[in-house]
């Protein structure tokens, strides 16, 4: 079964910056395409970045220059660190990985930029 554990949110001030991580079980981890993704109270939930297992990127407009994704397949956790947060990063990030045309999710991790 595939697990995805996300940690490393919490409130920042504008200008500031976290480290989310996500750790998967249950999959081979060092094939899997690996995405972070985030939902603001009352919007759809929104791509952030991925991830292949080639290390190959890609980032939403609103993100790039300021986050980075990036993996170690040895330790099987997958990072997002963000830079320069403002208001508008306020969400829940959320891990996602797909096997078999089935998207599996993590459980979450509130990010929070107030000042």
């Known amino acids: 079964q595939v697990q995805l554990v996300e940690s490393g949110g919490g409130l920042v001030q504008p200008g500031g910056s976290l480290r989310l991580s996500c750790t998967a079980s249950?999959?081979?981890?060092?094939?899997?395409?690996m995405g972070w993704y985030r939902q603001a109270p009352g919007k759809q939930r929104e791509l952030v970045a991925t991830?292949?297992?080639?290390?190959?990127?890609n980032y939403a407009d609103f993100v790039k220059g300021r986050f980075t994704i990036s993996r170690d397949n040895a330790k099987k956790t997958v990072y997002l660190q963000m830079n320069s947060l403002n208001p508008e990063d306020s969400a829940v990030y959320y891990c996602n990985t797909q096997r078999q045309s089935t998207d599996y999710w993590g459980q979450g991790t509130q990010v929070t930029v107030s000042s």
């Open positions: 249950g999959m081979f981890f060092s094939i899997a395409t």
């Open positions: 991830i292949t297992s080639r290390s190959t990127r």
